[in-house]
């Protein structure tokens, strides 16, 4: 059921990512030209102390809007692990003295090559934020479970990525809590 790439030609390369046309068959036999984007992975981490969650919030250039979302950051350390920790360190100044990874998504399947590792960050403690210069003006905030459901059902967190973690939390059980819906 594997289609097999007869070829790619590279359109567009920055510093993270890359956006190619393949020419693709199927296990069919139909050939078409397929466009790819091609990302590293990125960690997205839940800050939670087992009261609160932490949010940033920061203008997103691609849809013209602000947005609260979980810490996240593109593979640039030693290990997707490492990247998790200095995300949350660099984002919002939490240092985690328990993190693992709780599962994996795909972004965007259908266009896109990456993959997003989600880590649980607990045991947490306050330190300083060393903000990169396109994060500047990023904002921080922390929300009982019931706020962040009320973000959601108001649209005021709309990252996709954010919202498929919660729900991870949710049905893993890893709030240590007896529902939601508090």
């Given at each position: 059921m594997k289609w097999k790439k007869l070829s790619s030609k590279t359109i567009y390369r920055n510093n993270w990512m890359e956006v190619a046309e393949d020419r693709v068959v199927t296990e069919f036999g139909k050939k078409f030209t397929f466009g790819v984007v091609r990302k590293k992975p990125f960690a997205l981490i839940i800050p939670w102390n087992g009261r609160h969650l932490f949010l940033v919030g920061q203008y997103r250039y691609p849809v013209d809007k602000f947005s609260w979302e979980f810490p996240q950051g593109h593979f640039e350390h030693k290990s997707i692990n490492e990247t998790a920790k200095e995300e949350l360190r660099e984002e919002?100044?939490?240092?985690?003295?328990?993190?693992?990874?709780?599962?994996?998504?795909?972004?965007?399947?259908?266009?896109?090559?990456?993959?997003?590792?989600?880590?649980?960050?607990?045991?947490?403690?306050q330190g300083k934020r060393e903000l990169q210069e396109s994060e500047k003006g990023m904002k921080l905030k922390r929300a009982t479970l019931k706020e962040f459901q009320n973000m959601i059902i108001k649209g005021l967190i709309k990252d996709s990525p954010t919202i498929a973690a919660f729900g991870i939390m949710i049905v893993k059980n890893l709030f240590k809590f007896s529902g939601t819906r508090k």
């Amino acid at each position: 059921m594997k289609w097999k790439k007869l070829s790619s030609k590279t359109i567009y390369r920055n510093n993270w990512m890359e956006v190619a046309e393949d020419r693709v068959v199927t296990e069919f036999g139909k050939k078409f030209t397929f466009g790819v984007v091609r990302k590293k992975p990125f960690a997205l981490i839940i800050p939670w102390n087992g009261r609160h969650l932490f949010l940033v919030g920061q203008y997103r250039y691609p849809v013209d809007k602000f947005s609260w979302e979980f810490p996240q950051g593109h593979f640039e350390h030693k290990s997707i692990n490492e990247t998790a920790k200095e995300e949350l360190r660099e984002e919002t100044g939490l240092t985690a003295h328990k993190i693992r990874e709780i599962s994996r998504l795909f972004l965007a399947p259908g266009l896109a090559s990456q993959i997003c590792h989600v880590f649980l960050a607990t045991k947490l403690s306050q330190g300083k934020r060393e903000l990169q210069e396109s994060e500047k003006g990023m904002k921080l905030k922390r929300a009982t479970l019931k706020e962040f459901q009320n973000m959601i059902i108001k649209g005021l967190i709309k990252d996709s990525p954010t919202i498929a973690a919660f729900g991870i939390m949710i049905v893993k059980n890893l709030f240590k809590f007896s529902g939601t819906r508090k």
